[in-house]
Structures are given as C-alpha cells and as structure tokens.
C-alpha cells in the first residue's frame, strides 16, 4: 500500500553513465547526447554521479564539471538527482549544499563508510544524515546498497524519515527488497515519501507490488523499463507482468553479466556516444558478454539502438 500523497518524484530516474574518451578524460560531448537520449527514452528524471556513474573514479574537480556540464544541459527537462556520498560528514554537507545550489532536485547519498572494514554505529549515520539535511532544503535519497556494507533496518530508515527534515526518499538495493519496502511504508507512512526500486530493475515487480513508486535503473533503456512502471501504476497488472517478462531477459544480463558496463556499451552500438570504455582500472567488458548483450538488446529493439543513426 502505497503513501496517500502524491510524491513529488516518482517513476524512472536512470543513472547517466560518466563518458570518457579512449585515454580517459571526460567526454563532454558524448555526455550531453546521453543525457538528451535518457531524456528522449522517456525517463521521468536522472541521476548523476552515482556508482554506475563511476563515480569512485573522478576527481573532485571532474564532479563538478559533470554537476554543472548535465543540470546546465538539461536546463529543467526533467528533474535531476545528484550523488553526494563521501564518508565525511562536513565533505558530504558541502557537496549536498553545492548540488542544491547548482539545481539539484534531489541528492542521494550511501551512509558513511571506508573500504571493507570502516563502518560507523547506527548513532552516526543518524547525524550525518541529519546534518547533511540541516545543509540543504530538498529531499535526500538514502541509498540502501550492499557496497556500503551497512546493515540499514526497516526501522532505522522509518526513524530517519519521521525525524530527519530532509530525508524522505529511499533506494532499496538489498536481498528480499520488497519485504524491506512493505515494512518500511508500513513504519514510516507518509514520511516514506518515495520508497524506491533501484538494482537495475532486477527485483522491479516485486517491489512495484510492495509499493515502491519509482526506480533508479541503469541507463541503456529506459523506454523498456517505464511502461511497467506506468502499467502497474494505472492498475493494468497483467500488461505490467508481460512487460516485465519481455525486458527481463535483457535486466537480467545487465544486473548478473554486464554490470555499470552495459548502458555505455548499448549507447555506443548506437551511436549515443563515442566510447563506452570504463576508466582504468576498472577493465572493459569481455567480448562474449558485450556480443549476447547486443543480441538480447536487437530482440527487443530499445531506442538506445537507433537513436544515433
């Protein structure tokens, strides 16, 4: 059962991919084309800077082209939700502030941790979170992923959304995601205002059911992803689970094979942009997975295909 208000973002905000040239530096070219191509596949919304954005592998001072290159770009077509993790408290402040300031929508931050080890108590999360909203006057999107390795409960988040002023959006990328949603509305109500799908739509009708109300996808398809959405929203639930059944072939290889790999690799088969190489170190996708990648993606036609030819 879903929250009574209308929130104030719902549907699919895709993560943009960060494009590089084949030796590395920013392509910012290619980074406006993604961008109008997202826009173009009818995504609701966008976020930048996520990790499917690579965003572990750029300076501080390429954030910030990428922050101002993509919102002055997009020029309000569509909402955008700007990644401001760091594990300090003071740094990820800052960054939520400067993101606000720039035209953020929304940012969406991980709770503070450190490599596979430093981790913080539940105290700490608490205020960090609160900090971060005494900085900023628009929503904050907890991302609740296993590469953070912070146990998040149900009741700890319902907690954050009844207290924390700013903290009302939340992306659940756990095992048995749906259960942790339902239990989450059930916890936090209207304070949950927008408990979200995100895992590159793996567990997407699932978690439609158990009432989230949008979904942080990859970004290679949204024109895929968004008519689920949109079924199991107006009530058609047997259109939604044929659609989900038609796209899963091609979720399901994103989310198990290709990873944060796939949306570059979709976007340069069709001329979106000019290189889909990852930055080193991360290594480029094996030429197996990329080939049954484009398949299953030619079976199904996405506009990612066609839109740049």
């Known amino acids: 059962m879903t929250t009574s208000r209308t929130p104030r973002y719902q549907g699919i905000f895709p993560v943009v991919p960060t494009t590089f040239t084949e030796t590395g530096e920013l392509d910012l070219a290619s980074q406006k084309r993604a961008v109008d191509f997202m826009i173009d596949a009818g995504s609701d919304g966008l976020c930048i800077l996520a990790n499917f954005s690579e965003q572990f592998s750029l300076s501080d001072e390429e954030r910030e082209i990428i922050t101002r290159t993509v919102l002055e770009h997009v020029a309000g077509r569509v909402p955008v939700i700007v990644t401001t993790t760091h594990y300090g408290t003071t740094v990820a402040a800052a960054r939520s502030k400067r993101a606000q300031e720039q035209g953020a929508a929304m ?22 979170y609160a900090r971060v909203s005494d900085a900023i006057d628009i929503p904050i999107m907890i991302q609740d992923a296993p590469a953070s390795g912070t146990v998040l409960s149900a009741a700890f988040l319902a907690r954050m959304a009844r207290e924390i002023e700013q903290v009302s ?19 936090a109500g209207e304070a949950a205002e927008g408990p979200w799908d995100g895992e590159e739509a793996i567990t997407l009708l699932a978690d439609l059911n158990a009432g989230a109300t949008g979904s942080m996808t990859g970004g290679g398809f949204p024109d895929g992803i968004r008519p689920i959405i949109e079924a199991h929203r107006e009530g058609r639930a047997d259109d939604a689970f044929a659609l989900y059944q038609k796209w899963l072939p091609l ?28 930055r080193h170190p991360l290594p480029e996708m094996h030429p197996a997975t990329r080939a049954e990648l484009i398949d299953i993606a030619r079976r199904l036609d996405p506009l990612v295909l066609r839109w740049g030819k």
């Open 107 to 128: 940012v969406m931050l991980m709770p503070p941790y450190h490599g596979a080890t430093f981790r913080v108590p539940e105290q700490q999360i608490y205020d960090f």
């Open 251 to 278: 979720i399901n290889h994103e989310n198990r094979q290709a990873g944060l790999l796939a949306c570059k690799s979709l976007m340069k088969e069709g001329g979106v942009i000019e290189c889909e190489l990852p």
């Open 169 to 187: 959006y939340f992306k659940i990328e756990t095992p048995g995601a749906a259960n942790k949603l339902r239990e989450l509305i059930k916890l």
